[in-house]
């Protein structure tokens, strides 16, 4: 080997889901150092973080000039912030991140409603959820007792078309999708000549369940293209692109070229393809108003988010990693492993492992960045947020890598610098005054969760999943039914679900799917004949029990949804994923009994 694995944080072997060890195949470890360019010793950081009060790092003599403004000696009495160390005598300079090193808590016990955006409409929306349904969502369930809502990522997708459905499957995790734009929110709006015809098309597509998210963009891009002339000479626009910096410049840029070469920036001319070179510049400035146009429907939903947020506290969720064709993989390119994909070993329920597709940061060249991708994906999620849910946060201590092409059965876990991620991940919490949930589902090592706690992460609690009763959960977590990947209480209750996976070739675990139903029945106190609507109500008040500070009901089990949002494992269409509206609009939702039987019952245990 070129090096050794170990020193490179790339694991020899893994114990699995059942404890067994399981030894990484040496022709993948050896093809995952030669995607880091391991030769020898890693590489000094260009970065380190340290908590107020904690033993300088040991970097010599030096000056440290603050992000504050001045300059000072490295010293443990540093303040909070990015600082820069300057050694003595010349030397490249290194990042110095200062943070507290743990999240805020939660302020009191509070409950909240858990939507995909997307199949939250009104009456209003054109044929998709948007901020405005947000905003409308948020003084409902405000009404109702909520103190937050959590909604799936709202990272923007590569901005071609077809679009990609998956939140999680993002172009980026640093800037929003437009498709939640409100349209008929956006400044001039109102005086558009047109604007009633394209809002009536809109509408239209209300009428179907099934979420056509193409035509809805082409809808709102025709309105959109017509209003950016009207506002673009905004000041607030003007401050908020200097905020953003180049970083969405960049963004605006990839948007720009990918309308005339695709979204596959590989295949773009070939002085295109990285975003420092002078052809970039140089399109640019040829096309800076369609650059302009793109960076505007940031700044677009910059401001609808913040409107929607000061209804009722949002919060959001952080996507694991980003679409390979995408921005952010061209934008931060320098910081990923080539030829490698994120995925899952096998376990009982996958026994082939899994690949996402999604490119893995490689750590080392993350840290020569100065974890910047990191913390402007974090300012991103944070922003107008009261809190960041972090989807897999186990990721941020290890990451399974599959070669390119490979098995995913032959993957190879390549350990992070979490000491590092999770000072910025506080920093940037701290600074947004929010609240922070990993989402530690499955197979978890158990200095993860311990760290975690340290930190003041909340951790992740699923009804389904746990054996023990609601009332022994931990205080700092988010208790929830189920998730968008899982089924629904009604899927379950009417073998729905079941039905489904059945239908769809699945071979599920037949035994683990009637334990369910049998912990639903015993749980929610209700038999099998029983209306769905009194076995959803019954399993609510079970997890209203639960002393977490957070806890989180579905807008799926508050309409009685039978489908659940995902169906891991299924492709080509064969199930609606990410792609089903709800099957009423939010004014009916208003005014049915069993969102208000469950509101009551979680608000019970609530702070006021």
């Given at each position: 080997m070129s090096a050794d694995p170990e020193l490179w944080g790339v694991c020899r072997g893994f114990h699995d889901v059942t404890g067994a060890w399981r030894e990484a195949p040496v022709e993948a470890v050896e093809a995952v150092l030669e995607a880091m360019g391991a030769e020898g010793e890693p590489p000094p950081p260009a970065a380190v973080t340290v908590r107020p009060g904690g033993a300088p790092p040991s970097l010599g003599p030096g000056v440290v000039l603050l992000e504050q403004g001045g300059e000072t000696r490295l010293s443990a009495d540093l303040p909070s912030g990015y600082h820069r160390f300057q050694p003595d005598g010349g030397g490249e300079p290194i990042r110095l991140i200062v943070g507290p090193g743990v999240v805020p808590r939660p302020r009191g016990r509070r409950w909240g409603f858990s939507a995909q955006l997307y199949a939250t409409r009104t009456k209003r929306s054109w044929g998709v959820g948007d901020l405005g349904d947000l905003g409308e969502l948020g003084s409902w369930a405000a009404g109702e007792g909520a103190g937050f809502t959590l909604v799936n990522p709202l990272h923007a997708p590569t901005p071609t078309v077809p679009q990609q459905p998956s939140p999680y499957y993002p172009g980026s995790r640093c800037f929003t999708n437009p498709l939640y734009i409100a349209v008929e929110d956006v400044p001039g709006a109102e005086a558009l000549p047109g604007l009633g015809e394209l809002a009536a098309a809109g509408r239209s597509l209300n009428d179907r369940r099934l979420i056509d998210r193409d035509a809805a963009w082409g809808l709102k891009s025709a309105a959109l293209e017509r209003l950016h002339p009207l506002s673009a000479g905004d000041p607030g626009f003007e401050a908020f692109r200097a905020e953003r910096g180049r970083p969405l410049e960049l963004f605006a840029s990839f948007c720009a070229i990918a309308e005339e070469h695709g979204a596959g920036w590989r295949d773009w001319p070939a002085g295109l393809r990285h975003p420092s070179g002078p052809a970039v510049t140089s399109f640019a400035a040829e096309r800076r108003g369609r650059v302009r146009y793109h960076a505007w429907l940031q700044w677009i939903l910059d401001r609808q988010l913040a409107a929607a947020s000061q209804r009722l506290g949002v919060v959001t969720d952080l996507a694991v990693g980003v679409d390979p064709s995408g921005p952010d993989s061209w934008i931060w390119q320098d910081s990923f492993a080539p030829g490698m994909r994120v995925g899952a070993p096998p376990d009982e329920f996958n026994t082939l492992g899994q690949d996402w597709g999604l490119p893995p940061f490689d750590p080392w060249r993350l840290r020569r960045a100065a974890y910047e991708p990191w913390v402007e994906a974090l300012r991103a999620g944070f922003r107008h947020g009261a809190g960041l849910r972090v989807d897999h946060v186990?990721?941020?201590?290890?990451?399974?890598?599959?070669?390119?092409g490979g098995d995913a059965r032959s993957g190879v876990y390549v350990r992070y610098p979490h000491e590092d991620l999770l000072n910025i991940l506080a920093l940037e919490a701290d600074?947004?005054?929010?609240?922070?949930?990993?989402?530690?589902?499955?197979?978890?090592?158990?200095?993860?969760?311990?760290?975690?706690?340290?930190?003041?992460?909340?951790?992740?609690?699923?009804?389904?999943?746990?054996?023990?009763?609601?009332?022994?959960?931990?205080?700092?977590?988010?208790?929830?039914?189920?998730?968008?990947?899982?089924?629904?209480?009604?899927?379950?209750?009417?073998?729905?679900?079941?039905?489904?996976?059945?239908?769809?070739?699945?071979?599920?675990?037949?035994?683990?799917?009637?334990?369910?139903?049998?912990?639903?029945?015993?749980?929610?106190?209700?038999?099998?004949?029983?209306?769905?609507?009194?076995?959803?109500?019954?399993?609510?008040?079970?997890l209203a029990r639960a002393p977490c500070a957070l806890l989180c009901a579905s807008l799926d089990d508050a309409l009685g949804v039978e489908e659940r949002p995902n169906m891991p494992g299924t492709t080509g269409g064969s199930w609606p994923n990410w792609s089903l509206a709800l099957p009423v609009p939010l004014e009916e939702i208003r005014r049915r009994e069993l969102p208000r039987r469950i509101a009551a019952e979680l608000r019970r245990g609530a702070d006021p």
């Open positions: 186990m990721g941020l201590f290890r990451l399974y890598w599959v070669p390119e600074r947004a005054g929010a609240f922070v949930v990993g989402e530690d589902l499955g197979t978890v090592e158990d200095e993860v969760r311990r760290e975690l706690a340290a930190r003041q992460v909340c951790s992740y609690r699923v009804w389904w999943f746990e054996e023990s009763d609601p009332a022994a959960w931990p205080e700092a977590a988010l208790g929830a039914v189920t998730t968008h990947d899982l089924p629904t209480v009604a899927g379950v209750h009417t073998g729905s679900d079941l039905d489904a996976q059945r239908r769809l070739g699945m071979e599920p675990n037949e035994d683990s799917s009637a334990a369910l139903r049998n912990k639903l029945l015993e749980r929610a106190g209700a038999a099998p004949g029983d209306p769905v609507e009194e076995v959803i109500a019954g399993v609510y008040r079970d």
